[in-house]
Structure formats: C-alpha cells, structure tokens
C-alpha cells in the first residue's frame, strides 16, 4: 500500500483515475468497518436489550458487577433483586448481565 501511495504521489498530477481509485478504497474501508464492526455490535446490543425486557419477578439474574439474586419487583428503569432473606438491592436495568 505504501508503493501506492509513492507512486501515486510521483505520477502527473493529470494522470486520469487516480482519484477514483482513492474514493474506492476509503469507501471499501468503511464498508469494511461497518460490516467487522458496527453491525455485530448493533445485533448483540439488541439481543441484550431483548434479554433485559424479558426479565419477570421470581428470575435468578446475575448484576455486571457478578451480584447473584431473584426479581422481586421490577419498575421502569430498576429491578429490586433479593440477594438473600431479607437483602435488597435496586439497580439499573442496564446492570443487568446475560448469561
């Protein structure tokens, strides 16, 4: 790629197509990047999201922090988890991990 870029910079500056050439190859990079990227991240963020809003009371859920509990109340954006008799945490449903 850099005797490419050498002899694209020695050639004419009225060489025909040689700016075609440039354009192609960003635009392959960022379909390339796209594709290796953002698209499987997109996928895997709503499958998680799809997880969160399945949750029910009475799920065994595990927190991003590695907290194991049960749902014993879920409001708009929280879970209140029972970690054991008695022990209960709020925390945000984005804090909850898929396993």
Same mark, same amino acid.
């Given at each position: +790629? %850099?005797n490419t870029i050498? %002899?694209?910079?020695a050639?004419?500056?009225?060489?025909?197509?040689?700016g075609? $050439?440039?354009?192609i +190859? &960003?635009?392959?990079?960022i379909?390339?990047?796209?594709?290796? +990227? &953002?698209?499987?991240?997109?996928?895997?963020e709503k499958?998680i /999201?799809?997880?969160?809003?399945?949750?029910?009371k009475?799920?065994?859920?595990? !927190? @991003? $922090? $590695?907290?194991h509990g049960?749902?014993?109340?879920?409001?708009? /954006? !929280?879970? @209140? @988890?029972?970690? !054991?008799d008695?022990?209960?945490? !709020?925390?945000?449903?984005?804090a909850?991990a898929m396993?």
């Open positions: +790629m %850099l050498l %002899l694209e910079a050639a004419p500056s009225g060489a025909a197509g040689a075609w $050439g440039n354009i +190859m &960003i635009v392959a990079l379909a390339i990047f796209y594709f290796f +990227m &953002i698209a499987p991240q997109r996928k895997r499958k /999201n799809e997880f969160r809003n399945s949750i029910k009475g799920d065994a859920v595990v !927190t @991003i $922090g $590695g907290i049960h749902i014993r109340d879920i409001k708009e /954006n !929280t879970f @209140i @988890i029972e970690i !054991t008695g022990v209960r945490i !709020t925390v945000d449903k984005n909850i396993s």
